[in-house]
């Protein structure tokens, strides 16, 4: 099997990231993760990509040309396809034209319910009955292109931001490697 060439995005703890790995280091999965990009210098999620060797960059979006950055990356890398895997910052329109359907998102709630940030105070606060998560194909509007994958369970009335945010992630571990598989097995 030709592995797909992929980056992934992240901000933060990056337990996602450490799943995707271990899911691609099996022979039968659809993509290689060759490149990790954070916007944080310190997201604990950089350990895995040191952990396991892949190549990983910083990029400083405050600078105005960090667009560009990220792109040259992509091209030497010769990425080809892209995961966000809690990355916290807005993919521009350029970067979406250059890699049309080939960017993914994973998003802590039943899209399209709760779109964008501080997702579980909001899901207790309107009293849903059952949440999850969502992959989705990213577009130029937030949280808004097509489902690929999603997963839900029940809220029980003890449930706070915590345990629901626990919930969610053991649901994403699952989500996000069949979003990879679905995608690729269709293509
Ligand atoms: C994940 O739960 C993901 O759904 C969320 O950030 C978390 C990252 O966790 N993404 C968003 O909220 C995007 N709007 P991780 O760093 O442990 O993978």
């Known amino acids: ?17 450490n799943n995707l790995i271990s899911h691609s280091r099996k022979s039968n999965f659809p993509i290689k993760i060759c490149l990790v990009i ?17 190549p990983y960059i910083f990029i400083n ?15 030497k890398y ?17 970067l979406i034209n250059i890699y049309k359907k080939k960017i993914i998102n994973i998003h802590p709630s039943l899209l399209p319910k709760f779109k964008g940030l501080n997702t579980f ?5 309107n009293k849903e009955v059952k949440t999850g998560c969502t992959v989705h194909y990213v577009n130029e509007k937030l949280d808004s292109g097509n489902i690929i994958t999603q997963k839900f369970f029940y809220i029980k009335s003890g449930n706070n931001e915590q345990t629901l945010k626990e919930n969610t ?7 996000f490697p ?7 097995r269709y293509n």
């Open 1 to 17: 099997m030709v592995k797909r060439r992929t980056c992934v995005f992240i901000s933060g703890k990056g337990s996602n990231l």
């Open 38 to 54: 954070s916007d944080n210098k310190k997201a604990k999620g950089i350990i895995y990509a040191k952990k396991y060797k892949i």
């Open 61 to 75: 979006t405050n600078l105005t040309n960090y667009e560009n950055k990220i792109i040259l990356n992509l091209k």
């Open 78 to 94: 010769k990425i080809s396809f892209i995961c966000l895997a809690g990355y916290m910052k807005i993919i521009s329109g350029k």
């Open 121 to 125: 105070s909001r899901i207790l606060k």
């Open 169 to 175: 992630q053991k649901l994403e571990y699952k989500a």
């Open 178 to 184: 069949e979003a990879v598989i679905k995608i690729f």
